[in-house]
């Protein structure tokens, strides 16, 4: 056990065996292991001889909640923490207890050996992010670690053992491979977001975007571009803005932020788009930026839509401006007045320039807790209006206040998508008309009020005979004389004052005018028979007629007799004589320190007080001497003291003196410390009789310092020896005032130790607590459990923030008691930067998913949806709580839910990409096919975490694949029929090959079959090179009525049932294909016989209009709806009512109507469903 | 007498050969190209065995054989159906057709099948 004397707090050591292995106590399971442990027969030997610095390493590596491990001596003798077991895993714990490093790492002790030594020669050796793969919670996992190896010295400066910490990163690894995952999930964001994404790069003027950028913009496909490019495609009337914009981005003052809405000009299409660029700028610690990036949304539809409902608020304002009665509008939650009309402004009593766009009850404090706070704010929160009429409200008005009379309407302000955002105020005077009748009312009760229920007595006396008009209850009890006294003069009432000076006081102010005012001025009344003396203050008024004819006089008085009273009995008991003596006894007595007084040369008591006794822990016994008392004393020179005294009479003071005193319980020896004076009393003659002993006892606190300063010795001790560690390590007294500094703090902080020590770190270092809590739980921690582990933010000599885990505990001395803090500063700011990101990565998937119009979800591992972005709730009409979980299945169409969820089933085992086609029903109750994508979201190492998906409208290109389906099938069908008749003629032929006379005519019906499937192989053939642009055109001029007339002619000769009627004639020539300009023609006029199986005629019709040529082909026929139209000329489409009863490929339109395009003419349809079609098409001269 | 076949097609093209076929293996041949009026049609004509397209104005060839099957007065005249759409076997089961011709097909099995149902 480590003791201190007064005379030397040097540590001395004592070999007791059981003593010397405290310093070990706590340090968890291997604390117990290593006292258990039985060092004698290592290299280190038993823990009673180790050497000091291994006795402080050891205890710190104990109290450290990190991994510690000490390799000591040549042998590399290891001791290690509870810390460091993991990293020792199965296979080396225990067995590392206490042999050497070379034995238990052998099978790398070739790299690791020549390290140790070189440590040993005193070099410090380092290793950042160093894997290992450790079993820690039951699997094998990847985890990575800072080691840090560093050498113990002993007192003589030799290197004694090794010093290894470590430090586990594989958070912070983690976290940037996260953060790189989440990239990955930006960026997948990002493509099904359908947002342009740039980097610009302010040192070479470059800048790069994703291939959607660049086709907006219209660049090609280069890797970088000029940013001037970029700008001369923006709009002129945006281009300043936006390059001003970049500029302030790219200053540091400004934050980096960028944020603009500008148009952008296509340079091949150029097709005009507006979009909104958001980003960010990056600065390096020059403040320089080096890195500028950010995304770019088409929001042209958007603002389009933005500028109409702008429109419509701008016309919303001219009609309030204009309205004939007071109007506003206030915004926000707030109430911040939006606009206002001049009438409004009128009501609010002050101008324009006080109220506008400032919160109403800020801007008109005037109105506030009146009631009308609540009342907007319920209108804001339910939307409902509220109306009422003479609403009292006190406003201001030529430099008062007054109060005004309003009929009110509030009614909220809705925003395009119904939500509340503010409220629009009618507001009509009406104070006019109502405040007359209230003033009357007012003014009479306030008198009654005033006089009746004042506290004060109250009366008016009237004429010079001071007749009692009017009296309060107050007053009447002052007076005594009951209440049936109105009507009689006050003397007559009050006779017992007549020989008083009151007549003479009243009648003066009855004749002068003059108001008197008198304090405490003493009446007799009579109460009850007998005279009481009452005290008042009083105020005698002149009373007024209107033409101010003094006709009475008014009296208030205060009685204040209890405090005259009061008053007069502490005056009386102030002079009382005091006893001296007594006071000095007393004083003596109740001292706070002990005093004795001596008597004579044997210093005999003859005084002493409690305190006195108290500090010498004994019971004085007065008339025996100090000797007598404290045998003990005299070895120590106290005696020869006072005898000093006695016989020099020079006083002895002495701070912190130390003195042995026998303890009586064990009769042992405690040393005690006095702050000491011991003065000679002189007699009448000048001789010295006595001694005056004045003593306070200061052991507590000598102790205490002298614990501290031990506690200062072994901090820096320890602060020497982890002076290696790569973490802070502070060192500081219970006050918690720093001691000791490592490199690591140095490091860290920037502050060298002489700038810390002796200073509070804490409050240096700008110590900020993540929350309130920790700032209020960690000394509590620290008392209750010795430890406290947490994060803080703390500010570097440079200004700069750090994230800082720290982790501290107390160092206690032999007896348990605290005497240091130390604490383990470790810098894990990039680790909370990485988080950050995440964090804002996420944040910025979410915003994004929020704002964009795409249907996006995701999910926990188990498949259970828990978020929709807004699109996804906006497209089905439905709320979260009805979708999450498993509710989103209610909007699968019934047919592919079991398909789907089979799938979604083996996904969610399998982790593969699932991608589905599924119809959705939208909120109208329609169902509309998308393309789901379902990506899992995996940690690194493959464990699925959630899954993101969206959902893509694919509704058109289904239905057009099933169309293309369909004619596929249709044509195979299609080709069948001509195929049926060659195949049936050319067997015929051959049966009919004796019969020579029809052979030839078989033969030809074969060949028109033939020739038929060629036709319509050829007419699939255009519709497919329309598709590829390749369709060519052999362009002459020609008479286009005689290609008319050639047509009819020809489709004539097989329609049997019809006849075909042309009208009008072309006479000019046409320049264009003509075969191809006949066919659109052969197969309008083929559409109409085809789909009027029971009309008899078609009619073609010919007019020259303004510079073109309009053909018109019209059938008596089935005809269609309106909304076939448009889709008719589409390719494959089919009338879907027609389709099962008339053949066709769905091509034929879709073909003439490409040749009319071609030809920079036009094609439509007028058509009635049973009435009949007329196919129009036009061509310029 | 001959066996009366009445052929319902709006290909002329198939209309004709389907005639020149019959008429060598001596059947009388009547020919239509719209089929809503098929029970007046059967009145008519009293064939003994009617083929059918499947897709032909106005009705369908469907609805038609459903219109004969439905008939007290028709439904004994066997009806084939006549078609190239590849589902061509079932449907004939599910407008309970009496059999089927497909198109393209060869004429002895177009004979085979025909003197099969008419007789």
Redesign the interface.
């Known amino acids: 056990m480590n003791k201190i004397t007064y005379h030397n707090t040097k540590i001395s050591k004592k070999n007791s065996k059981t003593e010397s292995l405290q310093f070990l106590s706590g340090g968890g399971e291997m604390g117990e292991l290593i006292r258990s442990f039985d060092w004698s027969k290592t290299a280190v030997g038993s823990p009673d001889t180790w050497p000091q610095s291994l006795h402080i390493a050891v205890r710190i590596m104990l109290d450290c909640p990190f991994g510690m491990y000490i390799a000591w001596g040549k042998e590399y003798i290891q001791l290690y923490n509870d810390g460091y077991r993991p990293i020792l895993g199965a296979t080396k714990h225990p067995q590392a207890l206490g042999i050497s490093t070379r034995q238990t790492f052998s099978e790398v002790w070739s790299t690791i050996g020549p390290m140790f030594d070189e440590v040993m020669q005193g070099t410090p050796v380092g290793f950042p992010d160093f894997i290992l793969h450790l079993d820690r919670n039951g699997f094998v996992e990847e985890c990575f670690f800072d080691f840090s190896y560093s050498p113990i010295r002993l007192e003589d400066g030799e290197v004694g053992g090794v010093l290894v910490t470590v430090i586990e990163t594989t958070e912070k690894v983690n976290n940037f491979k996260k953060l790189a995952e989440s990239n990955d999930q930006l960026n997948f964001a990002i493509e099904a977001t359908e947002l342009g994404t740039w980097e610009y790069n302010p040192i070479t003027n470059k800048f790069t975007g994703n291939n959607r950028l660049k086709d907006w913009f219209g660049f090609s496909q280069e890797v970088e571009i000029e940013l001037s490019l970029a700008i001369d495609l923006i709009v002129e009337k945006d281009r300043n803005r936006v390059a001003d914009a970049i500029q302030k981005a790219l200053q540091y003052e400004s934050g980096g932020v960028y944020d603009i809405e500008y148009g952008i000009i296509n340079s091949v299409t150029k097709q005009q788009r507006i979009v909104r660029a958001k980003g960010r700028a990056w600065f390096g610690e020059d403040k320089i930026a080096y890195r500028f990036n950010g995304t770019l949304q088409d929001i042209t539809k958007e603002t389009i839509a933005k500028n109409k409902i702008e429109e419509s608020e701008q016309s919303l304002r001219s009609i309030i401006l204009q309205a004939p009665v007071a109007m506003c509008i206030f915004k926000g939650e707030n109430f911040i007045v939006d606009l206002a009309n001049d009438r409004m402004f009128e009501l609010w009593g002050k101008p324009a320039i006080e109220v506008m766009h400032k919160p109403i009850f800020e801007a008109l404090p005037e109105a506030k807790g009146q009631g009308l706070e609540a009342i907007v704010q319920e209108v804001y929160s339910t939307g409902k209006t509220f109306s009422a009429d003479g609403v009292p409200v006190t406003l201001p008005r030529n430099g008062g206040i007054e109060l005004v009379y309003v009929n009110l309407v509030y009614e909220p302000y809705r925003e395009p998508d119904g939500k509340v955002s503010g409220i629009l105020a009618v507001a009509i005077d009406v104070t006019a008309q109502l405040t007359a009748s209230k003033q009357i009312d007012a003014s009479e009760k306030r008198l009654s009020k005033m006089v009746l229920q004042s506290p004060f007595a109250f009366a008016i006396l009237m004429g010079r005979d001071l007749v009692i008009t009017l009296a309060n209850d107050t007053m009447k009890q002052i007076w005594g004389k009951g209440t049936e006294i109105v009507g009689k003069p006050l003397f007559v009432v009050l006779p017992e004052l007549i020989k008083t000076v009151f007549p003479k006081l009243l009648d003066d102010v009855y004749i002068t005018g003059v108001p008197h005012l008198e304090k405490e001025i003493l009446a007799k009344l009579e109460h009850d028979g007998v005279l009481r003396d009452m005290y008042f203050n009083l105020v005698y008024q002149p009373f007024q007629d209107a033409d101010d004819t003094i006709i009475g006089v008014t009296v208030i008085a205060i009685e204040i007799t209890e405090q005259v009273n009061a008053k007069r009995q502490i005056e009386a008991s102030e002079h009382r004589l005091s006893d001296e003596r007594m006071v000095l006894y007393n004083s003596f007595m109740n001292a706070p320190a002990g005093i004795s007084i001596l008597k004579g040369e044997n210093h005999i008591y003859e005084f002493v007080n409690a305190e006195y006794e108290k500090s010498v822990d004994r019971k004085i016994t007065l008339g025996k001497t100090v000797q007598e008392h404290f045998p003990e004393i005299e070895q120590q020179g106290l005696i020869a003291i006072l005898n000093n005294v006695f016989s020099t009479g020079e006083p002895f003071i002495a701070n912190e003196f130390p003195v042995e005193l026998n303890n009586k319980n064990n009769g042992k020896l405690d040393l005690h410390y006095y702050n000491s004076a011991i003065q000679p009393i002189k007699d009448e003659k000048g001789d010295i009789v006595r001694l005056l002993s004045h003593g306070v006892e200061v052991s507590q606190q000598v102790k205490a310092r002298q614990q501290i300063e031990e506690a200062n010795n072994q901090l820096r001790t320890a602060a020497a020896l982890t002076e290696n560690i790569a973490d802070a390590v502070v060192g500081t007294d219970m006050d918690f005032k720093t001691i000791s500094w490592n490199k690591g703090a140095e490091n860290l902080y920037g502050y060298a130790s002489e700038e810390v020590i002796g200073n509070y770190a804490m409050a240096l270092l700008g110590t900020q607590f993540l929350s309130d809590e920790d700032m209020q739980a960690w000394p509590k921690a620290l008392d209750a459990t010795g430890k406290w582990q947490g994060e803080v933010v703390q500010s570097k000599k440079d200004g700069t923030q750090v994230s800082v885990l720290v982790s501290i505990s107390y160092v206690y001395d032999e007896k348990g008691k605290p005497i240091a803090a130390v604490a383990v500063n470790r810098d894990i700011t990039d680790r909370k930067k990485a988080e950050e990101k995440i964090a804002a990565s996420e944040t910025k998937f979410r915003t994004l998913s929020e704002t964009i119009p795409h249907m996006i979800w995701t999910a926990t591992p188990d498949g259970k949806k828990n978020f929709f972005n807004n699109y996804f709730l906006d497209y089905t009409g439905l709320s979260f709580e009805e979708l999450e979980g498993d509710g989103w299945q209610k909007i699968i169409f019934p047919d592919d839910l079991g398909k789907e969820l089979q799938q979604w089933q083996h996904t969610l085992k399998t982790g593969e990409d699932l991608r589905i086609e599924k119809r959705i029903r939208q909120h109208d109750g329609t169902y509309q096919w998308h393309l789901n994508h379902s990506i899992a979201q995996k940690d690194n190492e493959g464990n699925i975490i959630g899954w993101i998906g969206t959902s893509t409208d694919i509704h058109e290109q289904k239905i057009k694949e099933q169309q293309k389906d369909e004619f596929i099938?249709i044509a195979?069908?299609?080709m069948?029929?001509?195929?049926?008749?060659?195949?049936?003629?050319i067997?015929?032929l051959l049966?009919?090959l004796s019969e020579e006379n029809q052979t030839a005519l078989y033969a030809s019906?074969a060949n028109?079959?033939v020739e038929?499937l060629h036709d319509l192989v050829t007419e699939l053939l255009d519709a497919s090179k329309i598709q590829n642009g390749q369709l060519n055109f052999n362009i002459t001029t020609f008479d286009f009525n005689k290609m008319v007339d050639e047509a009819i002619e020809n489709m004539q000769h097989s329609a049997k049932n019809h006849i075909i009627q042309k009208t009008g004639n072309c006479l000019q020539q046409i320049t264009g294909d003509r075969s191809r300009l006949q066919q659109v023609l052969i197969n309008l006029l083929s559409n109409a016989i085809k789909y009027s199986?029971?009309a008899d005629k078609v009619l073609v019709k010919i007019e020259e209009l303004n510079n073109k040529i309009q053909v018109a082909v019209q059938d008596f026929g089935i005809g269609m709806s309106g909304m076939h139209s448009d889709k008719i000329f589409d390719r494959y489409y089919r009338v879907p009512e027609h389709a099962?009863?008339?053949?066709g490929l769905g091509i034929g339109l879709y073909i003439s109507n490409n040749i009319i395009q071609r030809h920079e003419g036009k094609m439509w349809v007028e058509s009635e469903p049973d009435k009949g079609s007329i196919f129009f098409f036009t061509l310029p001269i | 007498m001959k066996k009366v076949i009445l052929i319902y097609d709006?290909?002329e093209?198939?209309l004709?050969?389907?005639r020149?076929?019959l008429s060598?293996y001596d059947y009388a041949v009547e020919t239509l190209?719209?089929c809503e009026n098929i029970i007046s049609d059967i009145e008519s004509l009293q064939p003994d065995l009617i083929l059918m397209d499947l897709?032909?104005?106005?009705?369908?060839g469907e609805k038609a054989i459903e219109i004969v099957k439905q008939n007290q007065s028709t439904k004994q005249t066997p009806v084939l159906l006549f078609?190239?759409?590849?589902d061509i076997k079932d449907i004939s089961k599910k407008v309970k057709a009496d059999g089927y011709v497909e198109?393209?097909?060869?004429?002895i099995t177009f004979i085979e099948t025909i003197q099969k149902h008419a007789g």
């Open positions: 099938s195979s069908h299609e069948k029929t001509p195929l049926t008749t060659a195949k049936g003629y067997e015929l049966l009919s019906k028109q079959a038929k199986p029971n099962v009863h008339f053949q | 709006d290909d093209e198939i004709l050969l389907c020149a076929i060598k190209s719209k897709w032909i104005p106005l009705i369908g078609s190239a759409n590849a198109k393209p097909f060869a004429i």
